[in-house]
């Protein structure tokens, strides 16, 4: 296990990657309303990594280096990603890692096996949940009950992006007994994009106001607020 991970660094550099590739939308003008029913003048699509090589080959580097220091390799024995946008990033890790690798189905796919789990589980394997990103981490209940069902052992989940913004956002996993790692928040993203020439002042001013009270900004604007 490392003990050189410098966490607040790797979050910085994860943010400034997601912003250099364009991943992330500043748009208070006109607010996005998230799956979860929040409010949000930002937007961040991790998918986006998948087609540059320098800032997915940094960010799995922090990733696996993140879950090194906080988990260590030898406890985990597979990796799984969630569908369809965890998929890619269970598979760099699995192959930097040298780890099996399996895919969650949000739903059984209703034929032949009519698996929700793909690829070989073993029973009782230390199954680490992948996806790419996480609002309050209610999307992540299902996959983690899938792997539990198969026979899995599930006690850690990773992200490239948490928001970090709404409360109680990772009660849920907690009480399963699931704790959520995550490389970089808005916070650090904000703390970017001010130093860059990313965005408008008047952009980064409405995200500010929303990082100053997420709930308050959600109601105002359309989304739920609370």
């Not at 080959?57 to 969630?82: K, P, Q, T, W």
Request: include cysteine; charge should be negative; glycine fraction near 10%.
């Amino acid at each position: 296990m490392s003990d050189t991970y410098d966490q607040h660094r790797a979050a910085l550099e994860t943010a400034r990657h997601l912003l250099d590739i364009k991943a992330v939308n500043f748009r208070p003008q006109e607010p996005y309303i998230l799956t979860a029913g929040w409010a949000s003048p930002v937007y961040i699509d991790c998918r986006w990594v998948i087609s540059f090589p320098q800032a997915r080959s940094a960010i799995i580097r922090h990733g696996v280096n993140m879950l090194e220091h906080h988990i260590g390799f030898d406890n985990i024995d597979s990796v799984a990603g969630g569908e369809t946008a965890g998929i890619p990033y269970a598979a760099w890790i699995a192959e930097a890692t040298g780890k099996p690798m399996q895919y969650i189905r949000k739903k059984p796919k209703g034929f032949g096996r009519n698996a929700q789990i793909e690829g070989n589980l073993e029973t009782g394997s230390r199954t680490l949940l992948v996806e790419d990103l996480t609002t309050d981490g209610g999307s992540k209940i299902n996959f983690v009950n899938a792997l539990r069902d198969a026979g899995a052992q599930v006690s850690d989940a990773f992200v490239v992006f948490f928001y970090g913004v709404f409360p109680g956002a990772l009660d849920d996993l907690k009480n399963m007994g699931v704790n959520l790692h995550y490389l970089t928040t808005w916070h650090e993203v904000l703390s970017e994009a001010e130093k860059g020439d990313y965005f408008t002042a008047s952009e980064i001013d409405g995200v500010r106001d929303f990082l100053s009270d997420p709930l308050a900004w959600s109601a105002a604007h359309g989304g739920k607020a609370g």
